[in-house]
């Protein structure tokens, strides 16, 4: 079980998170709609994981990773958006990034790699 902290500024899709993480036992222990907002949360909650959008207002999802990274240099990012080209992909994991899922996503590999990242240590 992980602590997670949800980066999405569509309530839709935190929810839908919540959801499938909470049906495997995973605690959701904070929700940000921007990277602003994620990047205070990921200081006061010290999640287990991050799910990273990469588009949201104020601060983006890439500049949120690189934030918590000057952090943190081991946080569990997972980014999960609906961008799915491969320049966005490989600035994700250049930023810090553990791994990314593209929506729409289904539960099986959403938690397929939650579980893969928290049994990985670098």
Known sequence: MAKILIADDAKFMRITLST?????NHEIIGEAVNGEEAIKLFKELHPDIITMDI????????????EIIKLDEE?????????????????AIEAGAKDFIVKPFDEHSVLATINRILNTTD
């Open 20 to 24: 499938m993480l909470s049906k495997d």
């Open 55 to 66: 588009t949201m207002p104020i601060v983006n999802g890439i500049d949120a990773i690189k």
């Open 75 to 91: 946080a569990k990012i997972i980014v999960c958006s609906a961008i799915g080209q491969q320049k966005v992909v490989v600035e």
